[in-house]
């Protein structure tokens, strides 16, 4: 890096930098350990399966279904997965959001070699946090993820959590070909000169017609995950109540009104309904807003009688960390996205003029170096910097952090991420403590950005 701690940051910042990291709220405690181990197969294989419309869809499938199998666990226990490779090529699972063991997080030519048609490879970790996360491919993922493979990863607070009814919302578009079936055209010009593949029709949980029913009175739970290549989605939900209460798998500092929902490719929220008691047989639609064309995601159907004994509401929260200081300290290392001619597919999306391509690890090319290093446990700001006219949700893997400005201007958002999405000409600055050694990937999860070579890796140590 060309920022390192002690060359250009004074004694002075250093001790901000002290400061900020030791803010109640800025890390948190080790996981105590359960004796439980969570064990499940995923093969990975083309299907044919109902999906979006009532249409038979081809697809490639976790356990044949779309999404996949929901993993469930809870916080402490370790997860065990075994993957079996039956696609045409290479694979491999990347637990997107969870911080574990480095050599688990599923990075071919980094922190593991591709798993080749036939093969299988087991992870296993301890789950350190509990939240709404999710997993997928991280190698040609613009065709993988887009074909069907993804699903989610519930972690539980453990038995002594309340109980409060929950539904799992998988968001995602699909963009078809003429024949009905998913467009085998991958990484366009087109995708490459946009936000990546934005398709034409979007669903929940892969159908088009979801309807959730609901008591008046009801409280429910909505895990919503965007798995999309490319598509923001930004759901509103009518005269129901909606509160976000977790974002990224981390709990809120305080319930959120629902109008600052933002969800990038790769973001997860959750989100709490609560029907008005004084409602009764309707109808309400859930709706996509993000772009000029409202598009209709479900439908939430009261009828019945009215709830009495109401669950309460989570009462996890996390505190937001007193961060201000950070507005003074520069940054200790700058990403500038943007994209050029070249590369296998004619455009090519960059990082600092960079770019490393996950479409062409193979096992001669495994990267073990990186230009960036993070200190572990040290107060970290890093700044997005967007060059271009396009979209960039920037993902880190293994940390989580918070926004600390856009455009220089301060911003307090009352929640962490590992995924934020940077806008035309727009820049970031985050804040992190970063934790867990390793090489952590970062890259733009819009597919098709980050498979033309909108990736690089961060050292921690
Ligand atoms: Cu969800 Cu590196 O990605
Ligand atoms: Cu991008």
Not at 14 to 36: C, D, K, M, N
Request: net charge negative; charged share 25%.
């Amino acid at each position: 890096g060309r920022a390192q701690a002690g060359t250009t940051a004074t004694d002075e910042q250093e001790e901000v930098r002290q400061r900020l990291a030791r803010a109640p709220g800025a890390t948190w405690e080790a996981v105590r350990e359960t004796s439980v181990t969570r064990e499940y197969e995923l093969v990975a294989a083309p299907a044919r399966v109902q999906l979006l419309d009532g249409r038979m869809l081809d697809v490639w499938a976790y356990n044949g279904q779309v999404p996949g199998p929901t993993l469930r666990a809870d916080v402490g226990d370790r997860l065990r997965v075994r993957l079996v490779n039956r696609l045409p090529q290479a694979t491999s699972i990347h637990w997107h959001g969870l911080r574990l063991d480095n050599t688990m997080d599923g990075v071919p030519g980094v922190t593991q070699p591709p798993v080749e048609p036939g093969e299988s490879f087991t992870y296993e970790f301890v789950l350190e946090d509990a939240g709404t996360f999710w997993f997928h491919p991280h190698i040609r993922g613009s065709e993988q993820v887009e074909r069907g493979l993804h699903a989610a990863l519930i972690v539980g607070d453990g038995p002594s959590a309340p109980a409060l009814r929950e539904e799992v919302w998988v968001l995602d578009d699909w963009r078809l070909a003429e024949d009905g079936q998913i467009d085998p055209r991958f990484v366009t010009r087109h995708d490459l000169a946009h936000d990546g593949r934005w398709g034409q029709m979007v669903t929940v949980n892969g159908v088009t017609a979801t309807t959730l029913a609901l008591r008046p009175g009801e409280r429910v739970r909505l895990r919503l995950l965007n798995v999309s290549n490319g598509r923001v989605f930004r759901p509103r939900f009518g005269a129901v109540k909606a509160e976000v209460v977790a974002f990224d798998g981390r709990p809120t500092s305080r319930p959120l009104p629902v109008d600052v929902l933002e969800l990038a490719p790769g973001n997860r929220a959750d989100v709490e309904l609560s029907v008005p008691e004084t409602m009764s047989d309707q109808q309400l639609a859930v709706e996509d807003t993000f772009t000029r064309r409202r598009l209709p995601l479900a439908t939430i159907d009261v009828r019945g009688p009215a709830e009495t004994a109401k669950a309460s509401i989570s009462a996890a929260t996390l505190p937001d960390p007193d961060w201000s200081a950070a507005t003074g300290l520069p940054a200790d290392e700058l990403f500038r996205l943007n994209a050029r001619r070249g590369g296998p597919y004619g455009v090519e999306w960059t990082l600092n003029d960079q770019v490393m391509s996950p479409a062409h690890h193979g096992h001669s090319s495994v990267q073990h170096e990186s230009r960036y290093t993070l200190k572990d446990g040290r107060f970290t700001k890093l700044q997005f910097v967007n060059e271009s006219a396009r979209l960039h949700p920037m993902h880190i893997h293994g940390q989580f952090f918070r926004v600390l400005a856009r455009n220089g201007v301060p911003v307090e958002e009352h929640h962490w991420r590992d995924t934020v999405l940077v806008g035309p000409r727009e820049s970031v600055d985050i804040g992190l403590v970063p934790r867990d050694a390793g090489l952590w990937a970062l890259h733009c999860h819009i597919q098709e950005h980050h498979d033309s070579g909108m990736m690089t890796l961060v050292r921690v140590e």
